[in-house]
């Protein structure tokens, strides 16, 4: 029988390092700006003056300060993440004294809730449909696993396992347990993580239980409705849907609900599709994965088209303008598809994964690295603006604890193998057959798409080198020490990547150029909301017009030839703004309101004119002047 054990292992982000280049000024202003600033905003918000247990509350407390233990628990995985590779003493007493806070809010028993301890104790594990108990338990385990790995301390871990081993006491199908699970997955990724920090079975198998629970009959969410005196069916989210618990997981054929939810929950049915060798979840995972990505994507990677469910519609159903695309949910994309490419080094998931990275993700945040989206519309009319902080704060100390951790995402090894996922300036240290192999990329990537890898090894090593080849790319060329190469023995291609399979000697070069022109994007014809209309991408950006670029137009009249689009439109590098972008200049034409005045119909199309364009990637709008936004134009022609 096939084993659905992963063949891959991601080299860790700690052995990663980023010179210049694209990401490495981002990751340089996420330490510096990014985590102080959701420090002060934790501190201000009394989100870790909370673990003092002091604070007084109305009730019923606002759903949003229910679950507020979570957001200094990111933060700590977060600023663990960045001391791991860049220790900052100033940073190291922040995250001692928010430890400290957190393990002595712990209660005898191992509960570790300040909501629950303060507030409501006679509601302790009462609502889990709706109350984010386990949700926040797993954050605080993340956390502490994070902070762990990068201290080396124990102690806020072993407090984590002493809450981790309270809920294993709670839950489960033995006698006198309750046989719940959480209404937002995360607790099950969380418990993953924490089985391999302390390799104690006991956490992998209550993740197990929790996946394996979550939607039977009879319904835990009812039982515990009832045992409220509520009647289920008043449930406001009307079904199980919104939390992915409708049906178990096995028999679950769409992605449907709260988008972070579902990404969550698939993260951890990846996990323990590896880690209980178990093909069922295996075949799960890829099932949804493809309805997702073949009907409930945006082109940004921005997934949960809906602000009322904070989720996913229907097939097809993405609009533009209105999309709600949080930038947990993109972020939560990323950890799945980074967890399914490690199974066979299928491209398709670096696809995805490069995708939202470099457009639904990083739109999230300003280049101030201090104002954020919680929503990622793909236009806007001119009201939607990157805020400081937000009443919900998920997004900002999730952009932060996957940026302090973005290496991670970049490589994996295997028995004689070095796969590079993801293009960027810098080096990365890996272990091959035992034995020490380093990296080195030289590129201006996705600025262009040429990659210089030198290869550092003590004595000459066999292996292969697979290079992403992403889907985008349809011309390209490679060499190693100025050789040309061409389909020899060396070089095969194959689910999205080129395999170079050879005795690797200290300084060998590759020279792996990616074609990158610029090419225009049609929406399949049932996305209703996009007929008619095309994008612009290049390499792996998504571009975007906006309003500060194109004075007195309203984007939306503006129309593009798509079929002479990468004739019309030139690439031009512009190191002074928006932190350093290529830009794609070319012409269209705009609907010319002239002699309209007091007409609202008439029997004669309107009018256009040429206009200049400029489009510029979408990551980076609303941070010049306030203004509309647009992905998608009209087409013009048949
Ligand atoms: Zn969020």
Not at 204 to 225: C, S, V
Not at 267 to 279: G, Q, R
Not at 496 to 521: A, K
Not at 529 to 536: H, M, S, T
Request: net charge negative.
């Amino acid at each position: 029988m096939p084993t659905t054990k992963r063949q891959l292992e991601p080299v860790p982000f700690t052995h990663i390092t980023f010179a210049d280049g694209f990401w490495a000024p981002r990751l340089e202003l996420n330490r510096t700006v990014t985590i102080p600033h959701i420090y002060r905003q934790c501190e201000s918000t009394g989100r870790i003056g909370a673990f003092d247990l002091n604070f007084e509350r109305p009730m019923p407390s606002p759903i949003v300060l229910i679950f507020q233990d979570s957001d200094p628990a990111k933060w700590i995985e977060a600023a663990s993440y960045s001391l791991a590779t860049h220790p900052d003493p100033e940073l190291a007493a922040w995250v001692d004294l928010v430890a400290e806070k957190i393990i002595h809010a712990q209660q005898p028993d191992g509960y570790l809730n300040t909501h629950f301890t303060v507030t409501q104790p006679e509601m302790r594990w009462r609502n889990l449909r709706d109350w984010h108990e386990l949700y926040c338990a797993g954050h605080l385990i993340e956390g502490a696993v994070a902070h762990y790995q990068a201290t080396g301390q124990r102690k806020l871990l072993d407090a984590l396992c002493r809450y981790a081993d309270h809920i294993d006491a709670t839950f489960g199908r033995e006698p006198g347990k309750k046989r719940g699970y959480c209404g937002h997955p995360e607790i099950e990724l969380a418990l993953v993580k924490l089985y391999h920090a302390t390799q104690n079975p006991r956490y992998l198998k209550l993740a197990t239980y929790f996946i394996d629970e979550r939607g039977r009959q009879p319904h835990y969410f009812d039982i515990e409705a009832r045992e409220r005196g509520e009647d289920p069916a008043q449930f406001w989210a009307k079904s199980y849907e919104y939390c992915q618990a409708h049906v178990p997981i096995r028999e679950q054929t769409q992605v449907v609900g709260h988008a972070v939810r579902a990404m969550y929950l698939l993260s951890a049915v990846a996990d323990l599709a590896h880690e209980n060798d178990d093909p069922t979840l295996l075949e799960t995972a890829e099932r949804l994965w493809r309805h997702l990505v073949t009907r409930r994507m945006y082109l940004t990677g921005g997934i949960g088209a809906a602000r009322q469910n904070e989720g996913f519609t229907q097939d097809y159903d993405l609009p533009d303008e209105s999309a709600y695309a949080e930038t947990c949910a993109t972020i939560a994309l990323i950890q799945w598809n980074h967890r399914l490419l490690q199974f066979s080094g299928e491209g398709k998931y670096a696809d995805i994964m490069e995708r939202a990275l470099f457009n639904g993700f990083l739109s999230g945040i300003s280049l101030d690295g201090a104002h954020f989206f919680y929503e990622n519309p793909l236009a806007s009319a001119g009201h939607h603006h990157r805020q400081g902080w937000f009443t919900c704060p998920c997004c900002p100390p999730n952009i932060a604890r996957t940026l302090a951790s973005l290496g991670g995402y970049f490589y994996s090894t295997g028995p004689n193998d070095i796969w590079v996922h993801l293009y960027a300036q810098g080096t990365a240290k890996m272990q091959v057959n035992g034995r020490e192999a380093h990296l080195r990329q030289t590129t201006n990537y996705p600025w262009d798409g040429d990659v210089e890898l030198q290869v550092g090894t003590d004595s000459p090593q066999r292996f292969t080198l697979h290079l992403r080849l992403p889907a985008w790319c349809e011309r390209w060329h490679i060499s190693v020490n100025g050789e040309q190469l061409s389909g020899n023995n060396e070089l095969s291609t194959e689910s999205g990547y080129i395999h170079l399979t050879r005795e690797w000697n200290q300084g060998d070069v590759v020279n792996y150029r990616m074609e990158m022109p610029i090419r225009v994007i049609w929406a399949h014809p049932a996305v209703r909301d996009l007929q008619g209309r095309v994008a612009l991408e290049r390499g792996p950006l998504v571009y975007c017009l906006e309003g500060t670029d194109h004075p007195g137009t309203i984007l939306d009249r503006i129309a593009i030839d798509p079929h002479n689009a990468s004739n019309e439109f030139q690439v031009e590098h512009d190191e002074m703004g928006l932190g350093g972008v290529s830009v794609l200049r070319g012409k269209g034409t705009a609907v010319d309101e002239n002699g309209w005045e007091d007409t609202l119909y008439r029997n004669q199309q309107p009018l256009s004119k040429p206009i200049d364009l400029t489009a510029i990637p979408y990551y980076a709008w609303d941070n010049r002047a306030p203004g509309q936004m647009r992905i998608w134009m009209q087409a013009r022609g048949g």
